[in-house]
């Protein structure tokens, strides 16, 4: 029988409020750095301000539907990968877990707080912690499946091959050989992080031989066995389960794949939507391993650099603002109000648990 759920129950992990906050701040820094950068480098204020006027607003609707995956996707997602363990949340419980968990991840580092993010919102809502923590390794899993195969895919059926002859203004190298190394470089790390989580006992005898048993190693071989222990879990009776959520993931990458070409579209450019797209897969991919949150600062640099073939200079500032609006923005903002919200019930239900306790004669603690 399914566990039953206790909605807003009072959660027994937490995110440290700190950690939020310092990325937060972090991600605003570095974006105003990234623009302030982006605008000495164009050299025209004014041109670059008045560009936004040249975004027409009709554009804004399906660019508003592709950030909505970032909800609608990692929900079916996270709903999938919970059904094998006998967790029944509804699909907008999961949505909304999926965009506070992809919020936070944009807040962080290659996307390091959706993991902690996706804990604390399933742990809310009465889900046990360790079929929590499986759940939040089989995602990660997914994730990179999916990325590693879109790689793999686009370089495999030539997207390289369509951007061959635009050279990029950064290090005076050509988009399809960035887009090679970045591709095969990225399947080459989940394929490793794959293959370790499935075999994980000969890692473990080399790092231990080769580090010794230190308070990292031991950290480090924790989630090890952890991403083992889930995919034993998902091998037994999730293998679907499995394979939906690696293919749902087209809903919610694959609309950040598709989000520049329709900002593209927005300013009036008619670029070629494979070409585009692909320059687009490339920007995620070294967006992930950026050490800012989200990639910002480097983004903001990164974005108009592979745009530059199709934009006029003045527009680069605006459709860089534009398509970090509808990319990362919008869901931080949703996204961090439920957040805040869920954070504040779950102090005031606290609170109401220690006056209760203190009132209460048998526990001792009343007068």
């Known amino acids: 029988m399914p566990e039953p759920i206790a909605p807003h129950s009072t959660p027994g992990f937490r995110?440290?409020?700190?950690?939020?906050?310092?990325?937060?701040?972090?991600?605003?820094?570095a974006t105003l750095l990234g623009f302030g950068a982006l605008f000495l480098i164009t050299q025209d204020l004014r041109g670059s301000i008045d560009g936004f006027r040249n975004f027409d607003l009709r554009w804004a609707l399906p660019a508003l539907a592709l950030a909505s995956m970032d909800w609608f996707g990692s929900g079916v997602r996270i709903w999938l990968l919970t059904r094998p363990l006998g967790i029944r949340l509804s699909y907008l419980k999961c949505a909304q877990i999926g965009g506070v968990s992809a919020a936070l991840a944009y807040l962080t580092p290659s996307g390091t707080g959706g993991g902690p993010a996706l804990l604390y919102g399933l742990v809310r809502n009465g889900v046990s912690l360790g079929r929590t923590v499986?759940?939040?390794?089989?995602?990660?899993?997914v994730n990179l499946?999916?990325?590693?195969?879109?790689?793999?895919?686009?370089?495999?059926?030539?997207?390289?091959?369509?951007?061959?002859?635009?050279q990029l203004p950064v290090a005076n190298i050509s988009a399809a050989t960035l887009f090679e190394w970045s591709a095969l470089g990225f399947a080459?790390?989940?394929?490793?992080?794959?293959?370790?989580?499935?075999?994980?006992?000969?890692?473990?005898?080399?790092?231990?031989?080769?580090?010794?048993?230190?308070?990292?190693?031991?950290?480090?071989?924790?989630?090890?066995?952890?991403?083992?222990?889930s995919l034993i879990i998902y091998g037994r009776k999730g293998k679907l389960a499995l394979v939906l959520a690696v293919l749902s993931n087209g809903l919610q990458f694959g609309s950040r794949f598709v989000l520049g070409w329709v900002i593209l579209r927005g300013f009036g450019v008619d670029a070629g939507f494979w070409n585009v797209v692909t320059l687009h897969i490339l920007l995620q991919f070294?967006?992930?391993?950026?050490?800012?949150?989200?990639?910002?600062?480097?983004?903001?640099?990164?974005?108009p650099a592979l745009m530059s073939p199709f934009l006029e200079e003045r527009l680069l500032v605006a459709y860089t603002a534009v398509w970090r609006?509808?990319?990362?923005?919008?869901?931080?903002?949703?996204?961090?109000?439920?957040?805040?919200?869920?954070?504040?019930?779950d102090a005031a239900g606290v609170s109401m648990e220690a006056d209760s306790?203190?009132?209460?004669?048998?526990?001792?603690?009343?007068?």
Do not use: C
Request: net charge positive.
């Open 145 to 166: 499946t999916f990325l590693s195969l879109a790689g793999f895919a686009a370089w495999f059926f030539g997207a390289a091959g369509a951007i061959e002859d635009i």
């Open 188 to 229: 080459g790390v989940g394929t490793m992080v794959i293959l370790l989580a499935a075999a994980p006992r000969l890692p473990r005898l080399v790092l231990l031989r080769v580090f010794g048993r230190t308070p990292r190693i031991r950290k480090i071989l924790k989630v090890l066995q952890e991403l083992h222990g």
């Open 325 to 345: 609006f509808f990319l990362n923005y919008l869901t931080i903002l949703l996204g961090g109000s439920f957040l805040v919200r869920w954070i504040s019930e």
């Open 357 to 367: 306790t203190t009132a209460d004669p048998e526990t001792g603690g009343g007068p």
């Open 15 to 29: 995110l440290p409020a700190g950690a939020v906050r310092a990325g937060i701040t972090v991600f605003v820094v």
């Open 134 to 141: 499986a759940t939040n390794f089989a995602s990660v899993i």
């Open 286 to 303: 070294l967006l992930y391993f950026m050490p800012t949150p989200s990639g910002s600062g480097v983004g903001e640099m990164l974005a």
